[in-house]
């Protein structure tokens, strides 16, 4: 039996066959650059986000002779060509640090897909195969958070236009809630996605993205994401059919207090009874000081939504804002159920275009939909060498363009050379050559030590729509 793995050992965090690949190279290559991009997708742009984490606990932890002898016995049992003398000389030469230079576009911001977002080149030429066999760990870091992250910066350009049409843009933050940590495939998935959705938003009921990014982010936890106290259904059919007066009674007893907000699911039963029933404590309500956020969570939203406000509006009434639009008296309504960007604008066109009510009136909860049903493909990343650099059979050095091609995908066509992020005069981005002013690429680590170290504020600033 091995024995036990060193924890996030990067000598097998990679692919299978990356470890054969070290002398498949030409002779006398000296560099490998490579680059990751979006090529397009369902977004036409991508929010960079959650790179930090990758470059903390992967690039930051140097490699030690235990992890060279557990690859070592793992690599010929798997059934690879492992060259230890690689790893070691990494070790003896560079004390375990990875001989590799990165570049990243600030975290937050916005790029048109089809642009590079990060680039990777060793700084050792001995080490020119290391920068292809990152490409796995450093791949999956960049996709999934700056999915997220695009996927919730999307549905906040969508609700903040409802806001800005019919209410108060100031209500923004808390009105996408992400209810998605149980539907994830992990903890350190809940962690990551959770944290990038609160780049855009502060409503989370995921507390794992509160920790890393106040672990990660020097962001101190009253800044970061909040919740409030909610009823769940077996709380709720635990007081039984008869009794769910008495259950909502007991939620305003226990959370209704003064400028405070508690959410309870209320379809358990029959959700148009619920409302009337949530009616008929209109007083212990209003006397409570409290908003009541009621979760009618099943059925078609579009369809019911306008009348469970009918109901609730012929008990609490509603006031028209400036923007002559209804707003509920003492009570909003969350939607967590079945949500994604379709869903959203669906809801809102009915509630604000048709029946006149305002965007104040209703926040959403996203889950699965948020966190877990993207994958790569949703924006096309990938991550190729565009240059390597050569030494000749007569000393020389030159620098050779790397590209793929295929002509039955043209959308595979791959950058060449080596490349940098740059600005047009009019703000928008660009790819180009690397040797050119002005790179909008910043150096991120090199050689073992990190050079940007980035604060929630700073990528919250550069996310903002």
């Known amino acids: 039996m091995l024995q036990e793995r060193p924890s996030n050992s990067i000598l097998v965090n990679t692919d299978s066959y990356k470890v054969s690949m070290p002398q498949q190279y030409p002779p006398g290559t000296k560099t490998v650059f490579s680059y990751i991009e979006s090529r397009g997708g369902r977004y036409d742009q991508t929010l960079f986000a959650l790179f930090?984490?990758?470059l903390h606990d992967v690039m930051l932890r140097r490699v030690t002779k235990d992890d060279v002898d557990y690859a070592e016995k793992f690599?010929?049992?798997h059934g690879e060509p492992f060259d230890r003398a690689r790893w070691d000389y990494i070790v003896d030469k560079h004390y375990g640090k990875l001989p590799v230079r990165i570049k990243a576009v600030p975290e937050g911001t916005v790029v048109p897909t089809g642009n590079v977002l990060v680039t990777v080149e060793n700084t050792d030429p001995k080490c020119y195969w290391l920068t292809t066999w990152l490409e796995t760990a450093m791949l999956r870091a960049v996709w999934y958070p700056t999915t997220v992250a695009t996927i919730s910066w999307s549905i906040k350009k969508l609700i903040k236009s409802y806001l800005e049409k019919s209410g108060d843009v100031a209500g923004l933050p808390f009105k996408l809630h992400d209810f998605g940590a149980r539907g994830v495939s992990s903890n350190e998935s809940a962690a990551l996605g959770s944290a990038?959705?609160?780049v855009n938003f502060m409503g989370t009921d995921s507390p794992q993205g509160i920790v890393l990014l106040n672990e990660y982010y020097n962001a101190p936890l009253e800044t970061i994401g909040f919740s409030i106290p909610a009823a769940e259904h077996s709380t709720i059919t635990s007081w039984t059919r008869e009794g769910e007066p008495n259950a909502y009674g007991n939620m305003i007893d226990l959370f209704g207090k003064k400028d405070g907000l508690f959410a309870t699911v209320s379809d358990s039963f029959d959700i148009f009874k619920a409302c009337h029933i949530w009616g008929s404590l209109k007083d212990k309500i209003i006397q409570s000081g409290a908003t009541l956020v009621i979760r009618p969570d099943s059925g078609d939203p579009v369809s019911i939504l306008p009348k469970l406000f009918h109901i609730i509006e012929t008990y609490f009434g509603s006031v028209k804002n400036a923007k002559g639009f209804k707003v509920m008296n003492h009570v909003r309504f969350l939607w967590g159920d079945g949500i994604d960007e379709q869903s959203i604008g669906s809801i809102l066109r009915v509630l604000v275009?048709?029946?006149?009510?305002s965007a104040d009136n209703i926040a959403f909860g996203m889950g699965g939909a948020l966190l877990q049903h993207c994958d790569?493909?949703?924006?096309?990343?990938a991550m190729k060498c565009s240059a390597i650099e050569i030494e000749n059979a007569d000393g020389t050095t030159e620098w050779r363009d790397v590209y793929k091609d295929p002509v039955t995908d043209p959308g595979k066509t791959s950058k060449k050379g080596r490349l940098g992020l740059y600005k047009n005069a009019d703000g928008t981005f660009y790819t180009g050559r690397e040797d050119w002013p002005e790179n909008q690429l910043e150096l991120v680590y090199e050689d073992g030590e990190l050079y940007r170290d980035m604060n929630l504020?700073?990528?919250r600033k550069?996310?903002?729509v």
Do not use: C, M, T
Not at 353 to 357: C, E, I, Q, S
């Open 52 to 54: 930090q984490p990758f």
């Open 75 to 77: 690599w010929a049992i």
């Open 196 to 198: 990038a959705h609160l």
């Open 353 to 357: 275009d048709v029946y006149g009510w």
């Open 376 to 381: 790569r493909d949703w924006l096309k990343f």
């Open 457 to 459: 504020g700073s990528v």
């Open 462 to 464: 550069n996310a903002e």
